[in-house]
């Protein structure tokens, strides 16, 4: 009965969190087929203004502003198409809570909205002066959509830790009973929960900075400074997960 305790508590050990659904796959695809979309109708439109550089025709301008309409309508395609696959791949993720999913609703929202605003923009064009400086619109519209993209990814990510950390702290128990009084084992898991003190205190950093990525706020530094902490705490889990491993074939050496 022992014995199948510690391979069920192995089972467990080794499991990784798994978002697989069909849903976030369609998501991505359609993401990935409006990015080769986007790509195409860049090359139309340089190569337009190519043209228009070498014979400046009046009809030749006006096809570097109708190819540069199409890029930016498809741009905005490709934004809109990623902003929809980061949403589900949000909702179907069973490792983030109900909050944060309904926080990145929100924001997802917040900017198709803008997108939708962008477009109206788009279509109005008629000069190319018009087009360049609806591009710049566009530009800081990028910059506020990929802030709150990073921001969310980053406090998905903090999440998904504290919910290892904690599973792992259940099992270090599990077995720390199971060892009874084995001082190498015991030591072992010492080390585990030493390793678990260093990865929530470095989470802790990791969730500071990804709350302070926000516009205006170098938002660019602090991701990656929550990039930094999570690569701290990733390495904490993985030494736990050794000390683990060694403690549990220990266990299991022993029956």
């Not at 530009?139 to 993209?149: F, N, P, Q, R, S």
């Amino acid at each position: 009965m022992k014995k199948i305790f510690v391979f069920l508590i192995l089972g467990l050990l080794i499991a990784m969190p798994i978002v697989a659904a069909a849903s976030v796959a369609e998501a991505r695809l359609d993401w990935l087929e409006s990015k080769e979309e986007s790509i195409e109708a860049r090359q139309e439109h340089r190569e337009a203004k190519l043209k228009y550089q070498g014979n400046k025709t009046d009809e030749n301008e006006q096809a570097v502003v109708d190819t540069g309409k199409e890029s930016l309508h498809a741009a905005l395609n490709e934004a809109e198409a990623w902003l929809e696959w980061k949403d589900v791949a949000a909702e179907e993720n069973p490792w983030i809570s109900d909050d944060l999913k309904e926080e990145i609703q929100n924001d997802v929202d917040i900017n198709l909205e803008k997108i939708d605003e962008l477009r109206e923009d788009v279509d109005a064009i008629d000069t190319k002066g018009e087009l360049f400086v609806v591009w710049l619109n566009m530009v800081g519209k990028y910059g506020e959509l990929l802030t709150d993209v990073a921001r969310n990814n980053g406090k998905a990510w903090v999440e998904m830790a504290e919910e290892r950390i904690e599973r792992m702290e259940e099992y270090e128990a599990k077995l720390r009973e199971a060892a009874g009084d084995d001082e190498d084992i015991l030591d072992d898991l010492d080390e585990v929960l030493d390793e678990l003190e260093k990865a929530e205190k470095n989470l802790g950093y990791a969730e500071v900075e990804y709350g302070s990525v926000t516009v205006g706020h170098n938002p660019i530094v602090n991701f990656h400074e929550g990039n930094q902490r999570m690569r701290s705490v990733r390495l904490n889990l993985q030494n736990a997960h050794v000390n683990l491993r060694q403690a549990f074939n220990k266990i299991l050496m022993e029956q």
